[in-house]
């Protein structure tokens, strides 16, 4: 069990759109032997289509949404990754896939730099000490100057950059890295249609003549000089520092090309660690305990048009699964049995018979699973990983069919299932206001784009000012009498998911208000 677990590596990879998170996974696809050759930008599209991109959305805005799981063998490794949802909204999705991963690859585009969504994804990523690896995509583009880069990423993300290799020049005069750990040169060779070969090393050392002579003067002057400057600049390469969150090894690379793209795989599967012990009720649990347990990060309904089914994806924690086995949803202190596992792969599903701490499975047919509870073999163990965001764009929706007002209401409960967005209701008569909540707006369109796809039911968006959602209690009961409530114009009484009554607020200044006009009435989260 403990070589089960211990070779397991889950991770995923992070970047701001379009600095090349999608190239980089198909690449190391191409090494797990996961995907064929990519042999024409076509086929390569093609590929992508099938594997990465399987939300039409996706493909419209060219913006990931959704995320799937990968896996496969390499090295004597079972690599586990998971893609993440890439848009430029902070989105929760993407927060509770980091919750199931216990490292992350961070692609940054060498002609930009650390951008908007990078640093997020990162910050997410110190909250939890998750060690990060960075990969410096695009060095076959004009890049920033090397030692600026590695500056920027000490700076701005507040983290030790140790560049494992350097690169030998970039756009039209890349011809490569300079491997530090092995002192040997790659030399980058553009092969015609994208076809994939990793690079050799193939020289002896900075000072080796191959080396000299294949760069041009001014690129070779600038390596010897970045050489001597990350030697200079002293630190030793710890992995400790890099289980530790503390240091992020560097790599640069093109994924395009699959130039680079082997040594940082072979260099994250070094160094990056195996399963992760997560807390339950303050005591960690370890990947090696022999009782099974895991949680729930993601559901999603109707991955599969065909099947129309929800599947609650859960990564395990300890333990061995096996198919068919009972297991306990703490949360509601039933047992349920986990008749129907699958291993996902992009849009695939396949029976998985049986699987070991840091996979993921795909349960279906257990409606009762929520996003974030544990299923253990026993009851003992309740992980306490996924964090509630508070929405804080709130869009009022309408359905402008009455005849699919069903198809509607049902689409609707669905995807708040699935936690893409906080569902609420605002009294107003007879009528029910359907009210959605969410951290960012993008997810109204996701919301609508599903809606019309999944459940065949048109809607309608209405932005509203609110910006936050509060419970009240009044003592200590839920049930408020609207009329006993002093509400400032603008704000508005709601009830939540559950039928809980809640207050939406346009500003701290409503908010305010109300809880100095409203005595005895307790605001909660
Ligand atoms: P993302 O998932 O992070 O959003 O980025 P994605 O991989 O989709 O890459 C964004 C664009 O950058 C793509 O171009 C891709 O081909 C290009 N790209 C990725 N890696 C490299 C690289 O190493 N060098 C160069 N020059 N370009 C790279 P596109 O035109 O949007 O798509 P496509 O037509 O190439 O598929």
């Known amino acids: ?39 024409t930008v076509t086929a390569r599209k093609k590929e992508r289509a099938t594997v990465s991109d399987w939300m039409e959305l996706e493909r419209k805005r060219g913006i990931s949404v959704s995320s799937t799981v990968l896996n496969f063998d390499y090295g004597g490794y079972r690599v586990n990754l998971l893609d993440t949802p890439g848009h430029k909204d902070f989105s929760e999705d993407t927060y509770r896939v980091l919750t199931a991963v216990d490292s992350v ?8 730099g650390i951008e908007g969504q990078t640093r997020k994804l990162f910050e997410v990523c110190r909250r939890r000490n998750t060690p990060v ?26 983290i030790r950059a140790y560049p494992m290799n350097l690169p030998m020049g970039s756009g039209v005069d890349f011809r490569g890295i300079f491997d530090r750990r092995a002192a040997a040169a790659c030399f980058y060779e553009r092969v015609p249609g994208g076809a994939y070969r990793a690079p050799e090393a193939v020289s002896g050392g900075i000072g080796d003549p191959v080396v000299r002579d294949a760069l041009t003067p001014s690129v070779y002057a600038a390596l010897c000089e970045e050489a001597l400057m ?59 305990s022999e009782l099974f347990s895991g949680f729930v990060f993601k559901i999603q309904a109707n991955m599969d048009p065909k099947h129309r089914d929800r599947m609650a994806f ?4 300890s333990g061995r699964f096996e198919r068919g086995m009972t297991a306990v949803n703490t949360r509601t202190g039933k047992s349920m049995r986990l008749a129907n596992s699958s291993a996902i792969f992009g849009r695939e599903r396949t029976t998985v018979d049986e699987a070991f701490a840091g996979d993921v499975i795909g349960v279906l047919g ?160």
């Open 133 to 158: 690896f960075t990969f410096v995509n695009k060095m076959d583009r004009p890049a920033l100057d090397t030692l600026a880069l590695l500056d920027e990423i000490e700076r701005v993300l507040n």
């Open 230 to 288: 990350v030697e200079h600049a002293g630190s030793s390469f710890s992995p400790e520092d890099v289980l530790a969150g503390l240091t992020t090894p560097v790599f640069f690379g093109s994924a395009a090309n699959n130039f680079g793209v082997q040594l940082l795989l072979d260099g994250f599967l070094e160094f990056s660690p195996p399963p992760q012990p997560r807390m339950s009720r303050g005591a960690a649990v370890n990947p090696e």
């Open 105 to 112: 690859i961070m692609v940054i585009d060498g002609g930009k």
């Open 314 to 317: 859960v990564r395990i924690v």
């Open 366 to 525: 257990l409606d009762a699973l929520r996003i974030g509870d544990t299923l253990c073999g026993d009851s003992s163990v309740m992980y306490d990983e996924i964090p509630v965001f508070p929405p804080e764009c709130f869009a009022i929706i309408h359905n402008p069919s009455p005849a699919n007002y069903k198809r509607f209401r049902e689409g609707l409960t669905q995807l708040a299932l699935e936690g893409l967005v906080k569902l609420y209701e605002i009294p107003a008569g007879h009528q029910r206001i359907s009210l959605l909540g969410a951290v960012g707006p993008l997810q109204f369109d996701l919301v609508q784009y599903r809606l019309e796809s999944e459940y065949n039911a048109a809607s309608r968006i209405e932005n509203t000012d609110w910006t936050m959602v509060k419970g009240i209690k009044m003592n200590g009961v839920d049930a408020v009498d609207e009329k006993s409530l002093h509400i400032p114009t603008g704000a508005r009484l709601a009830l939540d998911s559950d039928g809980r009554q809640v207050m939406l607020f346009p500003t701290e200044w409503h908010l305010r208000f109300f809880e100095e006009h409203n005595e005895g009435v307790a605001i909660g989260e």
């Open 1 to 39: 069990m403990l070589s089960e677990a211990g070779r397991r590596r889950t991770f995923a990879i992070v970047s701001h759109p379009d600095a090349g998170k999608t190239t980089l996974t198909e690449k190391l696809l191409l090494y797990g032997g996961a995907l064929h050759l990519a042999g």
